[in-house]
């Protein structure tokens, strides 16, 4: 699977994971950057339309899985600290 199958199913699927009151998702780490191995997860920086506790995160986690069938990372960005924040905010790719 390549960054561009990733951006594509989540394209299609937009529905999907919009019902978990997603506002925007984007695409970041080794598939951001087409260099993902076999063993890889899809890091996906989630923006919430409203506050989800994490009940809610643990759901939509599971569907992004079921969906893109690999394990998924996500974070919101109010999550992200230090430099890395900065990092992940420039390379990041959203979905459109």
């Known amino acids: 699977m390549r960054r561009s199958d990733v951006l594509e199913t989540l394209r299609r699927r937009r529905e999907s994971w919009r019902t978990y009151g997603v506002r925007r998702l984007g695409l970041f780490g080794s598939f951001a950057y087409d260099r993902a191995r076999g063993d890889s997860d899809i890091d996906l920086l ?51």
């Not at 069938?69 to 919101?76: A, F, K």
Request: proline share 4%.
């Open 46 to 96: 989630v923006e919430f339309e409203r506050e989800t506790g994490y009940f809610g995160l643990v759901r939509l986690r599971t569907r992004l899985e079921d969906l893109l069938g690999r394990r998924v990372d996500i974070v919101t960005p109010a999550a992200l600290k230090g430099p890395i924040r900065q990092r992940i905010l420039e390379a990041v790719i959203y979905v459109e």
